[in-house]
């Protein structure tokens, strides 16, 4: 999966505008995701790339998008 379909894959999840999400995003201050959305964004990228959520190695993988995309989708390629 490249990043853009990612990107439009965390849009679709968290309604956000595509357009405002990219590599350097932080979830919680830029696009203004709390704890609980990121959870539930998690688990929906899980299970719609049929990932597991162990792939995750730590805090700092899903603070930004593109450390998101690269823990838990560039490491599956």
Known sequence: MSFEEFRQ???????????????????RNDLGIDSLQMVNLLIEVAAKLKLELHMIQSRLDFQTVGGLYESFVKERE
């Not at 894959?9 to 979830?27: A, D, G």
């Open 9 to 27: 894959l965390i849009s679709e999840i968290s309604k956000i505008p595509v357009e405002q999400i990219n590599k350097n995003s932080s979830f």
